[in-house]
């Protein structure tokens, strides 16, 4: 889930590679919340929608181990 404050902005399902698509305005400050059953849910702090998605970016561009 991609929130503002404490409303949900958009809500996706990862496919099996586990890739998933929200979307949001660049200007605004979002927290991600990902639940998994048997998981604790996790929320991120708050962050620039550009942040985001360097962050995500960079999770893509890293070598397989």
Known sequence: ELMR??????EA??????IFVLQGDMGAEYRIRAERLGFRTS??????L?????????LLALPDS
């Open 43 to 48: 929320l991120s702090q708050a962050v620039p």
């Open 13 to 18: 399902v990862s496919d099996t590679a586990g």
């Open 50 to 58: 550009a942040h985001i998605i360097e962050s995500f970016s960079d």
């Open 5 to 10: 404050n404490d409303t949900i902005i958009d």
